[in-house]
């Protein structure tokens, strides 16, 4: 199981690193999108792998629980991730409706390194 998951989170994270050094604005958005569903199933596995196990503490019995913090965290980054991705998609969509092209260039119109 957590060899699945690692490798889960490797496949996220170079995709997403992949993505982000294109040059055009849609596929920086998925990067991003997929660096952040990366992060969020690492914080997810750092609550313990633990199969049909409740996620609270029981004094009376002796059966193993898993951390309900990495969920509420992850549960808060999706909410987050959301929120910055439709205003990420807002803002690539005005520079494209500015501009006419999606591409993203470093370089100013002088034709110098900015």
Do not use: G, P
């Given at each position: 199981m957590e060899i699945l998951v690692?490798?889960?989170v490797g496949v996220l994270t170079a995709s997403g690193i992949y993505l982000v050094l294109r040059q055009r604005t849609f596929p920086v958005i998925v990067g991003i999108s997929l660096l952040s569903?990366?992060?969020n199933v690492f914080l997810?596995?750092?609550g313990r792998l633990v199969i049909n196990a409740p996620p609270i503490l029981n004094k009376?019995?002796?059966v193993p629980y898993t951390d309900p913090l990495p969920q509420a965290l992850v549960l808060t980054a999706i909410?987050?991730?959301f929120g910055m991705t439709a205003?990420?998609?807002m803002i690539a969509l005005s520079s494209y409706l500015t501009n006419r092209d999606d591409r993203i260039d470093?370089?100013?119109d002088a034709g110098e390194d900015a």
């Open positions: 690692a490798t889960a569903y990366a992060v997810f596995a750092t009376y019995e002796d909410v987050i991730s205003v990420i998609v470093m370089i100013d």
